[in-house]
């Protein structure tokens, strides 16, 4: 296991953004604090991954601030910004016949130098990488062959392989059967607690978010709707709010929230 | 230990090459053949004993001949390769976006004017006009990166290029120049004959002097993409994620495209359109050494060297003393060969690489 590192936080202040004409984030403020799991969670359309896309700097904002570790992502270069955040997208593209060892050594491009070939720390790195995410088993085999669950793992992985401090997710157990959605979600949560990675992360279950996350952002029309803890959070209040169905709040044996989903309601807001 | 084979079968390929051939002359009665002891004391620099005509044969004709074909089908097969992964399309090839057509038209250009620089000479002028071997390449290599500068800038939006914007127009551009090459190919007729040929590829231009100016290029081009290995790696798995990895994804983009092009450019300044090679070699040895561009480059290159000499081979050999253009029997040859390739090899396991 790798030894936690120094931590970074997450500071977003008045970000706006629009595609076109189309204002998809609205004076979005909130802070992720070093070493803490906060899940996005909210309708679709209410702007989470264009959110998590502007905390990486993959998408370009006129309106607000976002510092990662104390730096601006719009102004640091794409290679220093690479070693402090990862990114674990939905749905990866693996169309050619990569083995899982060499997309995860792809993970230390912004470590070596063009001249130089992957050396020992960076085969060691990998291998941490692997490990911490039980794909070294998977090392030899093509990516093209993997099941859903063990390509999620090895694209984080290959994150991990980044040695970032900040990992970002967006919706990474989308695809996935519940089985392999505790095992991805475990795994997170492990790395958060081990590593001392800050995670931010958009989600569409709300019982997976209230059960693995220290905090949620609840989205909607391209605002912060609610923050706070999951009970803070998710209330039934709120989840009408946003997503115009009823809902009946829970504890589980364990004390952690549980959320049973009624009927449709008619979205009161504009 | 694939690359070393592919280099010592592309050496050995060498050797037999400047065996085949005839030594003239040419007409009636059988054509002499020259020894394979000469050709191999020539080539090993023993080859004193031996007719001053052998040697000049050997080492004034058919080498060049061989090396500019090993250099081309060098800087075809890694283009292409470049262009595959720019496009993560495994049809992509070097003439993709136009290059082609552009080069065509430069070449129809030169015809064009060596109709004009007559003119001034049946006038009186007397100076020494450019020659047409001279101003060919310089032409053709001016049309091929004239047509990429056009469809990059179209296709560059906002400091960003998209690559289906990119293929889009690569594909109109290329229609355009090429029905004007057509054109001119149609009101002119006779005249243009020769750009038929041209247009076919082929070595039988070759000298000394072409490889001094292609061999650096290559090969200095070669290493720049080894340098660029592991962004090809990192756009295979798409540009976003490349972007999430470090990379600076349009720049390095620009970057492999300009030197794709001048692979692609001076190849055609100096051998015609060649088809095909650009687009099997890097797929054949995709299949044989697998996807990572730290093995597919150089295995790309030697490969395609080693193709476009032996395909040399043959088109000057098997119905001598005429000489059949290389593209016919590029595409003759890699299509079936391809096809079988498809139908055959979906990809068991792959070659071990030391």
Known sequence: MAEKGPQASIKVEGLSFAYGKRTVLREVDFVVRPGEFVGILGPNGSGKTTLLNCVCGGLYFSHGKVRVGGKDVLTTGSLELARLIAMVPQESTMAFEFTVEEIVLMGRYSHIDRFKFEDHRDYEVAKVAMEETGTWKLRNRFVTNLSGGERQRVVIARALAQEPKVLLLDEPTTHLDIRHQLEVLGLIRKLNEARGLTVLAVFHDLNLTGRFCDRVLLMDEGRIMASGTPPEVLTAPNIERAYGVEARIGRTAQGKISVEVGELTERSHS | ?354
């Open chain 2, 1 to 354: 230990m694939g690359i070393l084979t592919l280099i010592i079968v592309l050496v050995v390929s060498i050797f037999i090459a400047a065996m085949f051939g005839s030594i003239g002359p040419f007409g009636p009665g059988k054509p002499e053949r020259m020894p394979i002891q000469a050709v191999f004391d020539i080539l090993t620099g023993r080859g004193g004993s031996w007719p001053d005509l052998y040697s000049t044969v050997v080492l004034e004709v058919r080498l060049p001949r061989i090396i500019l074909a090993a250099l081309v089908g060098c800087a075809l097969g890694i283009a292409g390769t470049i262009m595959q992964a720019l496009f993560r399309n495994p049809m992509a090839d070097p003439y993709i976006l136009g290059l082609s057509s552009g080069a065509a038209l430069g070449a129809a250009a030169t015809l064009a004017l060596r109709a004009t620089l007559v003119t001034f000479v049946f006038l009186g002028i007397t100076f020494v006009v450019t020659s047409t071997s001279v101003l060919l390449p310089f032409l053709t290599f001016t049309g091929s990166l004239l047509t990429i500068l056009l469809v990059y800038n179209i296709a560059r939006i906002g400091g960003k290029v998209n690559t289906d914007m990119l293929l889009l127009s690569g594909v109109a551009v290329s229609a355009f120049l090429g029905s004007m090459v057509m054109f001119l190919l149609f009101i002119a007729g006779h005249q243009f004959q020769s750009l038929f040929f041209w247009m076919l590829g082929g070595f039988g231009q070759a000298s000394w002097g072409q490889i001094i100016i292609v061999g650096p290029i290559v090969i200095v081009c070669t290493a720049l993409v080894l340098l660029f290995r592991r962004d090809l790696n990192l756009l295979l798995t798409g540009e976003e994620t490349a972007k999430h990895l470090g990379m600076s994804v349009e720049r390095v983009k620009g970057q492999l495209l300009f030197i794709s092009s001048l692979l692609t450019g001076i190849s055609v300044a100096f051998a015609g359109i060649i088809g095909f090679v650009g687009l099997i070699i890097p797929h054949m040895m995709r299949l044989v050494v697998g996807p990572d561009h730290k093995y597919l480059v150089p295995a790309s290159g030697l490969a395609g060297a080693i193709f476009l000499v032996w395909v040399d081979t043959v088109a000057r050999t098997i119905m001598a003393p005429t000489e059949i253009p290389v593209g016919i029997i590029t595409a003759m040859s890699g299509g079936p060969f391809f096809l079988y390739l498809l139908r055959s090899s979906r990809r068991s396991g792959r070659w071990m690489i030391g």
